[in-house]
């Protein structure tokens, strides 16, 4: 079904309330990573002070293949150190979109790492460990991630758990909350330890129920099969406990497809037929029993639920100010959508605006800069008709 100009001035019109944040009364938990991001790009060439950079991925592999033989220097100029990992990046938007977010995950111990200290003021940050490093090599056209995560080699729940102080803070919060967020599973070697113990020790402990859950898997390509399918039963147990909602992005997906057919996550996928995004989703929704599984690209989304399957289409950022985060920012408006009990198109289109408006101005949106989007879309949708009739 194609976004309408309708559906898009509908839904900027129901946030309209909501841009008091002071006054919003949803909690929301996030956890449980955390990274320090280093954006750079490569120098392809410097004469003096002035450098000139690789513009795609494509170019500097060719140069990198140049070197096959003795090997070489690489050297990259750091353009921003930002906040990184999907839990603070999550937890950082839903609060400037309005909603009080508990973190929990690495940015810092003893002391909180500075780069935390300016996640958003409606952000309560828990840290029990320093973060883990990202070097993200950023291409016009592309991203690699060389990420150091040797910090978190013994995080799991025991390790949570000997905070004890930080483990009585968490139940508070936990009959509080109304949505979970458990997201970036594959960068954690014992997320599933975690996952299992906040399960058992909190949600179950506490009594909770008509929880929302949402998770992000992340991509599993270095995640042996068996694990993998143990994770998969794993979220099938919170939805006892709430509705669950499993996000996706494309490349995610087809690793997990995968997998879920058999094969391992770093299969040639010029090798084995990929089913279309849509197909994906279905397939992938059928394995869980759980309510929504979403496959999503930076120009379309899929939701899979029982009824079938829901597509969104997204505006094009012609000029982006930044290549990482969007699928972040992308989860928190979803869960905003959630929060406000907005139906599963409405929750795929505000995120999909709150990605792009991300994208497109290079910081996490408050409310306003998502009415903004939905309004230009619009706009776009009635031209675009305009000209069609014409």
Sequence with gaps: METSKKD??????????????????????????????????????????????????????????SMRVGGGDIETSTTKIR??????ILSNTLGSLGIQTHCLGAMGHPALHPVFMKMHKLCEITSVMDPGENQILEFNDAKIVLSDQAMFNNYDWEYIKTHTEVFDQLKRVVK????????????????????????????????????????HIGDPYKIPRKKI?????????????????????????????????????????????????????????????????????????FVAYDEGIIEVSGSKVETPKVLMGGGDNFNAGYC???????????????????????????????????????????????AAHKQHIN
């Excluded at 906040?83 to 603070?88: K, L, V, Y």
């Excluded at 997320?191 to 929302?212: H, P």
């Excluded at 139906?343 to 949106?365: D, E, H, K, W």
């Design 229 to 301: 399918g143990q994770m998969v039963e794993l979220i099938d147990e919170f939805a006892a406990f709430g509705k669950v909602t499993v996000s996706l992005n494309q490349q995610e997906a087809s690793k997990l497809w995968l997998v879920l057919n058999g094969y391992e996550p770093t299969q040639d996928q010029t090798k084995v037929k990929i089913p279309a995004m849509s197909e994906m989703a279905r397939f992938i929704f059928r394995v869980f029993d759980i309510d929504a599984v979403i496959v999503r690209s930076r120009e379309t989304t």
């Design 83 to 88: 906040i990184g990992g999907d839990a603070p």
């Design 336 to 382: 905003l959508g959630l929060l406000e009990g907005m139906n599963r198109r409405q929750c795929a289109l505000l995120g999909t605006a709150a990605s792009g408006a991300f994208i497109q101005n290079g910081y996490s949106p408050c409310i306003e800069d998502v009415i903004e989007y939905l309004k230009t879309w619009a706009d776009e949708k009635k």
């Design 8 to 65: 898009l001035d509908s839904l900027w019109r129901k946030l309209i309330p909501l841009r008091n944040y002071e006054e919003d009364s949803h909690l929301a938990f996030t956890g449980f990573d955390g990274f320090v991001d280093k954006i750079q790009r490569v120098v392809a060439k410097k004469k003096g002070n002035n450098a000139t950079y690789f513009d795609s991925l494509g170019e500097f592999t060719d140069h990198l293949g």
């Design 176 to 215: 509080k909350a109304e949505l979970f967020a458990l997201v970036d599973w594959a960068r954690l070697p014992f997320a599933s330890s975690i996952w299992r113990g906040f399960l058992e020790d909190m949600i179950k402990a506490t009594g909770k129920k008509d929880a929302l859950f949402f998770f």
